[in-house]
């Protein structure tokens, strides 16, 4: 009774850290900077636990990719980036990478102006590697082993997938969270206008 116990909650975990259980999320287009509540530590936390809001200066920081190249998002400067936070143990994540690969990375992977970056929470290359490979992504992999980039833009505990779409100078101009398709084809459709 108490492994059975051990292996519920674990299981639980898993689902909260990946956002639980896929919910409609067409409410949320653009997050609004109204704020839903102050942390602990005086940090402003916005809907969807971000700590980042649209219209905010993206925080800056470098990490290396799986291919071994390291990846500075300020060195990004005059392009759209996309980020995507992701990890193998997400199932939402799972499901939302295929579609960011062929609707969003096989189109625009040519264009000198997008750049669009995964970032692994938590999780080695050995453990990222399957994973990729079973979800058939080829766009670029980053390893935030740590979780600390992706504290940066949410608190550190919540829950993922997230994307966040940055402009030329560094600005967050939407920000997602869990995938639905609705808001997906809104986050597509801004990346096209952002790169006509």
């Known amino acids: 009774m108490k492994n059975r116990t051990v292996v519920l909650f674990l299981a639980g975990m898993l689902l909260a850290a ?5 919910k409609n999320t067409s409410e949320v287009k653009e997050l609004e900077p109204a704020v839903a509540e102050v942390n602990k530590d005086s940090v402003t936390v916005y809907e969807h ?3 980042v809001k649209v219209g905010d200066m993206a925080p800056d920081f470098t990490l ?10 300020s060195e990004q400067r005059g392009k759209v980036v996309m980020l995507q936070f992701t990890a193998g143990w997400c199932g939402v994540c ?3 990478m295929p579609f960011i690969e062929s609707e969003i990375w096989q189109r625009h992977k040519g264009n000198s102006d997008f750049v669009l970056v995964g970032i692994d929470r938590e999780e ?3 453990e990222i590697l399957p994973f990729i490979e079973k979800v058939g992504t080829t ?9 600390d980039v992706f504290a940066s ?5 919540s829950g993922i997938t997230r994307n966040v779409l940055i402009d030329r100078d560094g600005k967050i101009v939407m920000l997602t969270r ?9 986050l597509v459709k801004k990346i096209d206008d952002m790169l006509k």
């Open 153 to 157: 833009y949410a608190l550190r505990n």
């Open 94 to 96: 799972r499901k939302e």
């Open 124 to 126: 080695t290359r050995e």
């Open 18 to 22: 990946c956002g639980g259980t896929e």
């Open 178 to 186: 869990l995938f639905e398709e609705e808001e997906f084809n809104n």
């Open 49 to 51: 636990d971000y700590i």
């Open 139 to 147: 766009y670029p992999i980053a390893m935030d082993t740590n979780a």
């Open 64 to 73: 290396d990719l799986i291919d071994g190249t390291k990846f500075t998002l």
